[in-house]
């Protein structure tokens, strides 16, 4: 069971956690959970770190930001004892995280986890400081964005757990973002594939990272609210999905954090490898006779365009464009849903300027001033509006 930051931000907070792992314990089930750094801990150990050095050294950065973890863990192993049951708390490296050397960005390379096996065949609770675990080198790491999340689906798979739980402020995963349609229905049940694509256009609370083991590891996710016991979006693989009557649209999805580049006067191979020597992340790309075109996030626009610069290319960089997706896993065998799309694009008088697809995703770059009426008048268009109710289910 992973817990973000806002469910143990405070007192109650760590008090409502150490409940809810006590009742799971007391259901029958050996428990273990992994936790966020109480609250703006983590932030302010980082500001902290910025006040006293311009450029904090990256090992020593790694020391000071895992205490967070580790306290909330103490913590809530002491709330766990004071209810009557065992617990113990493990850093990273104790529960046998082990990692790459790659300091703030560590990736988990094996998990040893027979302490926590121990602590579990004894009846204890275990408590494991998320995002943090230790190098070849035995060199304190932490993981970088999404290393919490991918320390509980490692753990889970290294344990061969029934279900990896992700408990956060989020209810499970909704058709269409709430601010935007507020009878978007929490779907039941979504394929790993299905929310990859989701989460990667921006309609997701998952990291990408963690959704990528747990499809590589088979393990059974489970989105779900850290404040209600009610069910929340379990996500399973694509063989067991396979089984279930499928949906033929599972939700909608967009983005508004892209600049979209057009360019001439270089070769892809260059381009790319170039883009990827500087950290830049490409998402659409388009190779047509009339040069390429390509988009990444606008955080980077400062990276890309240097690379763009130092290469000789010739470019334009529209950052007016936003990226609306329908994504569902039964337009597979379900033939109209791009003219359905398309369609109720066009009814709305919002025209599509870049389009691309997989098998179970159409993704249309339009103006960014549209992208909030697309969101709504597609997920109109395929009734995905209710609890639980999707367009095929």
Known sequence: MRFGEQAVADVDGIRAVAR???DVREAGHGVVGVLAAMGSTTSELLELARQVSPRPHERELDMLVSVGERAACALTAMAVVDLGHDAVSLTGSQAG?????????????????????????????VLVAGFQGVSTGSEVT????????ATAVALA?????????????????????LGIVASAGKLPVVSHDELLELASAGGADVQLRSLELS????????????????????????????????AIISGVSHTTDDTVYRVDGVAPAALFSALAEADVVVDTI???????????????????????????????????????????????????VAATAFATLEENGIEPVIVTTSPIRISC???????????RALHDAFELDGEGERAGG
């Open 215 to 246: 499809r590589n590891q088979r393990v059974l996710l489970h989105v779900r609210s850290s404040r209600s016991a009610d069910e929340g979006t379990w996500v399973v693989s694509e063989e067991d999905w396979r089984m279930l009557e499928r």
């Open 286 to 336: 388009l190779l047509t006779a009339d040069g390429l075109v390509f988009s990444a996030p606008t955080a980077d626009d400062g990276a890309t365009e240097q690379v763009l610069g130092a290469l000789g290319a010739r470019f334009t960089a529209d950052s007016e464009l936003g990226q609306v997706s329908v994504v569902g896993a039964g337009m597979r065998s379900h033939p109209g």
């Open 365 to 375: 770059h339009v103006r960014r001033d549209a992208v909030e009426r697309a969101v």
């Open 157 to 177: 798979a290294a344990l061969g757990a029934d279900a990896c739980e992700l408990l956060d402020d989020v209810d499970g995963v909704r058709s269409a973002p």
């Open 142 to 149: 932490t993981l970088g964005p999404g290393g919490r999340d």
């Open 97 to 125: 995280i082990v990692t790459d050397s790659a300091h703030g960005g560590a990736r988990i390379v094996e998990v040893r986890p027979q302490r926590v096996q121990q602590a579990l065949e004894r009846g204890a609770i």
């Open 20 to 22: 809810r792992l006590v």
